[in-house]
């Protein structure tokens, strides 16, 4: 009897292991934070990161409209901080994608600042169907962050932003 419920919760471990995926933040100044990310219900998502010092920062992402997330990004870090090619036709459900000779007809294209210089590139840049989410992370020693998130359906990744309450800017790859 104990293999059996040794079994079933090394299951329910591996299974939500799985349901989790990295994220990885750097600063401009070369700090490497590294954590997960995992989707809730009804299009939103929880994220932890672990600070150099130690800190849990922890929080939700809820969907925003890409006009709302672009509006509030430029706001936030400059009106060159980001940039989007392909039409936004998400409200429509890409309705012409079949007719106009593929789904890759109406892909949209999100390009970001980058400041993983391991990667080589200032820029990055995320393909799909694409979702726009922001969030608000807090530590357990009161830190704040704000978060920006695109991420493709089509992929699973993304790329994003985030801001601290000293001022302090991450770009994100996950």
Not at 166 to 171: A, S
Request: glycine letters at 14%; one cysteine or more; aromatic letters at 10%.
């Amino acid at each position: 009897m104990d293999l059996v419920k040794f079994a079933i919760a090394v299951s329910v471990f591996v299974l939500s292991a799985a349901c989790a995926h990295r994220m990885t933040m750097y600063s401009l100044d070369g700090e490497r934070l590294d954590g997960r990310w995992r989707f809730a219900r009804e299009g939103t998502g929880l994220i932890q990161i672990i600070a150099l010092d130690g800190e849990v920062l922890v929080g939700a992402f809820k969907p925003v409209t890409r006009r709302n997330f672009f509006d509030h990004y430029q706001n936030t870090f400059g009106g060159s901080s980001i940039d989007a090619d392909g039409p936004d036709l998400s409200a429509f459900g890409h309705v012409f994608g079949g007719l106009l000779g593929g789904s890759s007809t109406l892909v949209d294209v999100a390009y970001g600042e980058n400041y993983n210089k391991s990667s080589g590139d200032s820029v990055q840049a995320v393909k799909g169907p694409l979702l726009y989410w922001t969030a608000s992370l807090q530590g357990d020693r009161r830190t704040i962050m704000q978060c920006f998130l695109i991420g493709s359906s089509s992929t699973g990744h993304g790329l994003g932003r985030c801001k601290g309450r000293t001022g302090k800017e991450y770009t994100v790859e996950f």
